[in-house]
Each structure stands twice: as structure tokens, then as C-alpha cells.
């Protein structure tokens, strides 16, 4: 099996920072793409940023120019540095891998559990 685990999520006032991480363990060979998505209450689950194993980034429209991803491949954790806060940032925050098990084995989608953000205005 494959366990993501999240860490550094919390309250926060507005124009403040926080930084996450996320580190995969378990059966792995490789990890391909890693990355964060959110969802707040009653909406849909979206993307926050994704880093290639070869960091290429993307990110979502509303968190580019705050939010830093990056990635530290021997230990298998990904980072999201969020600075300059708002209130409609908070949501909870679900780190993704998209891992490959085996050698020649297909890649497979795993996620966390999540941690929640909240920023207060």
C-alpha cells in the first residue's frame, strides 16, 4: 500500500503564510506528478498547483504569483509555500501522487486524507 500524509495546515489571519507538506511512503518506484487540490464547503474539488518529477509547474489561476510548489524527491514530499492569504483560500487541501508501484507497473492516482485551512479576514 501507499500512504500520503499531510502536515501544516491551520488558521491563519489574512495576508498571512502557511506551508504544507506531504510525503508518500509505502510500496513505491516512482513518483510521477505530485500536487495539491482543495475544495471548500459546497463547492467542487480544484486544482491548487502540480510539479512534475522533472519540476515543471502549474497552478490555478487564483493562487498564481502566492502559492510555491516544490518537491524534494529523495524524501517523496511535496510543499506548498501559500503566502498573502485570503479568505476564500480556506477550504481543505488534499495532496496527490500519482505513483508508480513496480517497475514497468502503470501509474496509479493516491491521495491524503487532507488538512484544512482556514483564513480568518
Known amino acids: 500500500q501507499v500512504q500520503l500524509v499531510e502536515s501544516g495546515g491551520g488558521l491563519v489571519q489574512a495576508g498571512g503564510s502557511l506551508r504544507l507538506s506531504c510525503t508518500a511512503s509505502?510500496?513505491?518506484?516512482?513518483?510521477?506528478?505530485m500536487g495539491w487540490y482543495r475544495q471548500a464547503p459546497g463547492k467542487q474539488r480544484e486544482l491548487v498547483a502540480t510539479?512534475?518529477?522533472?519540476?515543471?509547474?502549474n497552478y490555478g489561476d487564483s493562487v498564481k504569483g502566492r502559492f510555491t510548489i516544490s518537491r524534494d524527491n529523495a524524501k517523496n514530499t511535496v510543499y506548498l509555500q501559500m503566502n498573502s492569504l485570503k479568505p476564500e483560500d480556506t477550504a481543505v487541501y488534499y495532496c496527490?501522487?500519482?505513483?508508480?508501484?513496480?517497475?514497468?507497473?502503470?501509474?496509479?492516482?493516491?491521495w491524503g486524507l487532507g488538512t484544512q485551512v482556514t483564513v480568518s479576514s
Open positions: 496527490n501522487a500519482k505513483i508508480v508501484r513496480w517497475a514497468f507497473g502503470d501509474e496509479s492516482d493516491w
Open positions: 509505502g510500496r513505491i518506484y516512482s513518483i510521477n506528478a
Open positions: 510539479i512534475t518529477d522533472g519540476s515543471s509547474t
